[in-house]
């Protein structure tokens, strides 16, 4: 397993740099010259040229892009001026706000949407499987920044039974309960989606299982039906769902952009629209960067988790 | 071998064009009406007498819905909802099927050329597209935004751009698979270029696909690019789509909700619409995935019979099979696959159950306990009597207590017959362990011994092996074991050596003949063998077209064969060293030979 382990770490590495290319590659689409934007009205083609030699924009690009990723590796992800502060600290304080939003919801949508859909393929066609495939088309077609509006509306402003915004409440609290009661919300929102994607795939790899010829052996063994649902066909149809966890992982983070800008949840996502409006860029390269490296790590995990449970993956 | 395909005459059944599937899909239709609605609507909004989106009106802001000449309300600068909602319809619709449009192209070269290509440029653009889908969607399309400033268009792009990698695997996958059949070939040698291949033979059998994938994903485009309209980064003053109607909006959430659930409905029906015409047009272009094709076996074959059978039957042998009738439910009428079925077999003896495959055997021997997958398996009559109790007026409970307990099965291919992922000795001791709560400790034991009993050698090692560990003789002793867990009466066993070499076919047969005589075992075997029967079976069933056409003792069927069909099988057995001799001693029996 530890061998395998490492193979799978060596493999994302190069993954790792190609995300780094492709968001190198981004910046350079901004339009116009850098030197020309920061200089403004002093622009003058010495100053152009001085400012270009000073960041290195008269290197090759491969040049500079190996004195980028060089810089990364040191932990300098350069600084955000509109915060003057590094970027690496802002968004390693934030992605911890938002590994909890989306930790939460993943949770949640691995459960929830793995119940749903095996309940909903042991039913097949039945009223619970009518229910169930109903309010996953919701979610799935649901807007997860509307969803909020409303969550907002009834449980916040209507009902006063949950906060409506932040991550700890002004005064007071600050404890785990405190957080959780912040949590609820903007957790479930974000994860109705992602439920919907995995009830619906749950659901086929249930049925596709039920029908091998294993489980005939399950049955004809005279195990109970509840043994053969759950301990045979779902062992064999969770090899396939932890990888649509994988992807999950990446849908809430992503999600969580929305997210956090209606909750006002204090994370990346919220950071990274801020920074979009203002044109921070390294404070946009950054977050991204640290966001898909942490995606990629989640679906390695994923991988062995699945390498796990099925030994003939390993080979 | 599980025959399904049974020679009954093909209930004959228009097939049905696209468009009416469709329609018969009722989610589907109501799905393509919504939509069209909708789009008709905003086609038509120039036409229509609506107020002027953009005009302001301050005294007049934030009228509730249902205000005079304002159906739905104004908002937070006094414009007309409903307009505005029409009009921004118009530019959601727009983006996203734009978006989706400039996804499809991009997405669908890359994967046609890396697909028909592949080497070296397959591996270059795939990377590239790998690469793309390391991102968390949403977040790289941000980047982009960032990079080119926002604005719907640089919006519209970075939509498109993250939604190729979708579209680049799906077409790639097909492509490999259509590049090497024999049409493409064809017109390779014919002398057509590698670009007229592409798009004149490639691409035709590709579109389905391309079409699926882009009705699946449109639905997500015009939630993504509403989503980064709302955050401020897509459409801009004074352009304003649904998600910038919401974004907008949302300020005034507490004092005018209705400005801020009104488009955000609007994109939800949108959304919905599409997603369920999409389905449906996935269901009707992809038959694998058509409804039925998937249907969920239940825990015991249904049973509908017209008349009940005595529940008891006195001083019956093990196992006695009456009049039983097995089919298949294709939608109304029940096909049936065997018929009037009827056998008996006593403790220690050997019954073969001898046909070709399609003659119903294995339904036969399935039907016993119920395990004929059903849907579409229905017994339609007949009465299965194990010590004299007919099973199938048994409770569900009841017969599934008598499975593997009273009555074991051995199936044919053990390596899709074992559970994949567990150990062989764990699935061995599940099934001890299902009649007899003795411990997992105890039940584990017993596991290896009846491992060591069918002669797998380090049993205890074995125990934790996968199935794809062992050898095909192995899972074979495997499967035997497991059957004689809770020391059955009877067992039954479909074609249990036809998936091994013939060495070892002779081993797993002479190891069943020594369990029954050992245990005083009623076994039936299944197979389409002469060669079988005649060493193992005392007496032989053969079937033909889902019915037995002549039953007897072994020698006696052998040496006077009253069927032809039996002649024939008997004749189909090959002798060692014969030679031509073989064909010419077989064609006589077969008519179809004979002219």
């Given at each position: ?41 002093y622009a ?13 924009l ?19 992800f ?43 393929a ?13 309010f ?14 409303v ?16 991550m700890?409440?002004?005064y007071?609290?600050?404890?785990l ?6 949590l ?19 659901r ?7 029908r ?10 005279g ?17 396939s769902?932890?990888?649509?966890l ?6 809430v ?42 995606y ?13 449970l ?6 | ?48 007498p ?34 505005r ?17 400039i996804?499809?192209l991009f ?6 050329v ?16 790998d690469?793309?889908m ?12 960032a990079?080119l ?16 990698p ?19 070939d ?10 007229a291949i592409?798009f004149?033979?490639v691409?035709?059998n ?16 015009i ?16 352009t ?16 005018a ?70 089919g ?19 403790k ?14 294995s ?14 398996g ?14 199938l ?29 567990l ?44 199935p794809?560990?062992?050898?095909g ?7 035997i ?18 998936a091994?070499?013939v ?23 299944v ?20 019915q ?18 039996t002649?024939r ?21 077969f ?5």
């Amino acid at each position: 397993m530890t061998a395998y382990i490492g193979k799978r770490l060596l493999a994302a590495i190069p993954v790792i740099l190609g995300l780094s290319i492709i968001v190198f590659l981004v910046m350079k689409l901004i339009p116009g010259d850098p030197a020309q934007a920061l200089l403004g009205s002093y622009a003058t083609p010495e100053n152009v040229e001085r400012i270009n030699r000073a960041l290195g924009l008269d290197r090759s690009w491969p040049e500079q892009y190996v004195i980028w990723i060089g810089n990364l590796l040191h932990g300098d992800f350069g600084r955000s001026y509109i915060l003057n502060r590094p970027v690496l600290d802002e968004v390693l304080e934030r992605f911890g706000a938002t590994l909890i939003l989306a930790g939460a919801s993943l949770v949640l949508c691995s459960v929830l949407g793995i119940l749903a859909g095996i309940a909903s393929a042991v039913r097949q066609f039945g009223w619970t499987d009518r229910i169930i495939t109903f309010f996953v088309l919701i979610g799935i077609s649901m807007p997860a920044f509307f969803l909020g509006l409303v969550f907002i509306l009834f449980f916040a402003v209507q009902w006063r039974l949950l906060p409506a915004s932040g991550m700890y409440a002004v005064y007071g609290g600050g404890d785990l309960l405190d957080l959780l009661r912040h949590l609820i919300l903007p957790a479930t929102t974000l994860a109705i989606v992602a439920t919907g994607v995995v009830a619906r795939l749950t659901r086929a790899a249930m049925l596709e299982v039920l029908r091998q010829d294993f489980i005939r052996t399950a049955r004809a063994k005279g195990l109970t039906e509840n043994k053969v649902i759950y301990r045979h066909a779902f062992r064999a149809a969770l090899v396939s769902i932890i990888p649509v966890l994988g992807i999950q992982a990446g849908f809430v983070l992503g999600g969580a952009v929305y997210i956090e800008t209606v909750f006002q949840w204090p994370g990346l996502g919220q950071m990274l629209v801020k920074a979009v409006s203002t044109r921070d860029l390294l404070l946009v390269q950054g977050g991204v960067l640290v966001a898909a490296t942490v995606y990629v790590l989640v679906n390695l995990l994923a991988d062995v988790a699945q390498a796990m449970l099925d030994p003939r993956l390993k080979a | 071998m599980t025959d399904l395909s049974v020679s009954a005459p093909p209930v004959s059944r228009k097939r049905r064009s696209g468009w009416d599937l469709l329609m018969a899909n009722r989610l589907a239709a109501a799905g393509l009406f919504i939509f069209g609605f909708i789009v008709v609507v905003a086609l038509l909004a120039p036409f229509l007498p609506l107020a002027n989106p953009d005009i302001t009106d301050q005294p007049n802001r934030l009228l509730p819905p249902f205000s005079d000449g304002h159906l739905l309300g104004t908002d937070h600068l006094g414009r007309d909802i409903l307009s505005r909602l029409i009009w921004g319809t118009r530019v959601s619709l727009l983006v996203g099927i734009s978006a989706t449009a400039i996804a499809a192209l991009f997405g669908s070269l890359i994967g046609l050329v890396a697909g028909y290509a592949r080497g070296a440029t397959d591996s270059v653009l795939m990377r590239f597209v790998d690469m793309l889908m390391a991102f968390p969607y949403i977040l790289l399309a941000i980047a982009i935004v960032a990079a080119l400033g926002p604005g719907l268009l640089n919006a519209l792009y970075a939509i498109a751009l993250v939604n190729i990698p979708f579209f680049a695997r799906n077409i790639r996958g097909v492509t490999v698979s259509i590049r090497n059949r024999e049409f493409v070939d064809a017109a390779r040698l014919s002398g057509k270029g590698h670009a007229a291949i592409l798009f004149t033979e490639v691409l035709p059998n590709v579109l389905p696909v391309i079409v699926i994938t882009m009705s699946t994903t449109v639905g997500w485009m015009i939630l993504e690019t509403a989503g980064l309209s709302f955050l401020g980064l897509g459409a801009q003053p004074p352009t304003s789509d649904l998600g910038s109607m919401l974004g907008q909006a949302r300020a005034q959430l507490f004092t005018a909700p209705h400005a801020s659930i009104i488009p955000g409905i609007m994109i939800f029906v949108l959304v919905m619409s599409i997603n369920l015409l999409g389905d449906g047009i996935r269901d009707v272009l992809d038959p694998r995935l058509r409804s039925g094709a998937l249907d969920r076996p239940m825990p015991v074959t249904r049973i509908d019979r017209k008349t009940r059978p005595a529940p008891a039957l006195s001083d019956a042998p093990a196992l006695v099979v009456e009049n039983l009738s097995t089919g298949f439910d294709t939608g109304g009428a029940v096909t049936p696959a065997v018929r009037d079925i009827g056998f008996r077999l006593a403790k220690g003896e050997c019954l073969g159950l001898i046909g070709e495959s399609g003659s119903g055997k294995s339904v036969t021997a399935l039907s016993i306990m119920g395990l004929v997958a059903s849907p579409p398996g229905v017994i339609t009559s007949g009465g299965v009597y194990v010590d004299g109790r007919d099973v199938l007026s048994m409770r569900e409970q009841e017969l599934i207590g008598l499975r593997g307990a009273r009555v074991a099965y051995v199936f044919q291919d053990p390596l899709t017959t074992l559970h994949p992922l567990l150990p062989v000795g764990r699935q061995i001791a599940e099934a001890i362990l299902a009649h007899e709560p003795v411990g997992k400790h105890a039940a584990h034991a017993r596991a290896v011994e009846l491992m060591e009993t069918v002669g797998i050698r380090d049993a205890a090692v074995r125990a934790g092996a996968f199935p794809h560990e062992l050898s095909g003789g192995q899972r074979q002793r495997i499967g035997i074991a497991m059957a004689l867990a809770n020391d059955p009466d009877i067992i039954i066993a479909d074609e249990p050596t036809t998936a091994l070499d013939v060495t070892v076919q002779a081993r797993i047969l002479e190891l069943l003949q020594d369990l029954r005589r050992e245990r005083g075992l009623a076994l039936l075997l299944v197979t389409h063998d002469f060669g079988v029967v005649a060493e193992v079976c005392d007496r032989v069933a053969v079937m033909k077209n889902g019915q037995i056409v002549e039953q007897g003792n072994t020698r006696d069927v052998l040496h006077a064969p009253q069927h032809d069909y039996t002649k024939r099988l008997i004749a189909c057995v090959p002798a060692l060293g014969e030679g031509h001799g073989f064909l010419d001693r077989v064609r006589p029996l077969f008519e179809e030979a004979r002219a």
